[in-house]
Structures are given as C-alpha cells and as structure tokens.
C-alpha cells in the first residue's frame, strides 16, 4: 500500500493543540506499537495510527499527524486535534502544527457511533493480517483504498459492538475504553496469532 498523504483539505485553526497530560499515554503506546513491530516504516513515516477521545462528552480526539514516524522517541509536534470534520466537503478541521494522519474520517466515525470507545489503534502487522480463521477475528468485507470516506464506512459497517477489527488486506483496529485497554488488546491478539502460528508449524 503506498503512502501518498492525506486525501482530505486540512483546515488549520490554531498551532497549539492543547494536550492534556493523557498525551504521555499516547507516547507511550507509540512506542509499544514500535516496540512490536506494529507500525512498521514506510519510505515517509510510519503505518498506523493511534488516537485518544479529549473529553467523553465530544468527538474531538488527539492524534498522530500524518508521515509521523511512530518511535520511541516521539516530540509534541507530531501529535495534532481534530475538533471537526465535514464529511460532505472532504475537510479535516485541526489544531496542531502539522496535518492529522490520513485515516482521521475513520477515527472520526468510530467516535461518532461508540459513544463508550476512548482510544482507536490503528496498526499494520502481517502477523495478525495472516491469523488463522480458528481466532474467529472479525474482518471487514473488501479491501478499500486507505485515508477515503469509504474506508471508514466499510469500518463502520461490520464494526458493531467489537472492540478488534482486521482491515482486510491493510491492518487492524484495536479499540478500547481507555488507551490501555486498546493497547492491551492489541498486544493480546498479536500474542494469539503468533502461538497459533507455532502450533500449526509444530
Ligand atoms: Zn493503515
């Protein structure tokens, strides 16, 4: 899948994109999505990305910018909010310094339908994408172009009540309460899918 930034207009509000401390959580996550090979390197950044929910009564969200390098070692900068995003005019409104990641429609939308959701996780692992049909992890229908509304509505299609999701041919969704819980969960299925890996090459 080649990267080719975002396919939406950003609309810059403001350079300051007033983190809370729960920025640090998402550092952290980053760097355990690294860690794991959950956001591997592309030639501009990194695959993935990873968001949280600024207040429970709204649907703006901190997220990594787009062509973040998803590292250990992250600085402010490639952290941004989206406060709104117009669907019908393709706009991404945002405060930040640098573009929101291109699958913001997609955080946007899990947002708007699930209410209880305050984290999204958004990886690439070959592991989890080839995990035996045993796991019974839910996958969308078809492939999709990534960063496109379409994407996102395919998402939300089959997304229900489940907090796991493979993006058929492109990645996963890990989703959760809090950022642990999203986290945890990522870490959980990539643990499954390798031991079934080694018990079906035993
Ligand atoms: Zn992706």
């Known amino acids: ?16 994109p007033e983190f809370d401390e729960r920025i ?6 980053c760097s355990i999505f690294e860690h794991n090979d959950l ?23 901190i997220i990594t910018c787009s062509g973040a390098y998803i590292t250990n070692n992250m600085d402010l900068d490639s952290f941004v909010r989206v406060t709104d995003i117009d669907i019908i005019r393709n706009r ?35 592991a989890i994408l ?36 493979i993006l058929k041919e492109h990645g996963f969704l890990a989703l959760g309460k809090t950022m642990r819980k999203a986290g945890k969960l990522s870490l959980d299925i990539l643990k499954k899918t390798q031991k079934e890996k080694n018990n079906e090459n035993s």
């Open 130 to 165: 080839s995990a035996p049909k045993s796991l019974g992890l839910p996958c969308t229908k078809s492939r999709k172009e990534y960063g496109t509304i379409v994407l996102a509505e395919n998402v939300i299609n089959v997304l229900d009540d489940h907090d796991f999701l």
């Open 39 to 61: 956001a591997p390197l592309h030639p501009d950044g990194s695959y993935g990305n990873l968001s949280y929910r600024d207040k429970s009564n709204s649907d703006e969200f």
């Open 24 to 29: 640090e959580d998402l550092k952290y996550w």
């Open 92 to 126: 991404v409104y945002s405060r930040g310094k640098r573009k929101p990641s291109s699958e913001s429609f997609l955080h946007f939308l899990i947002y708007q339908n699930r209410k209880e959701i305050n984290a999204i996780f958004h990886g690439h692992s070959s």
């Open 1 to 16: 899948m080649e990267y080719q930034g975002v396919k939406f207009e950003t609309i810059f509000q403001s350079e300051d």
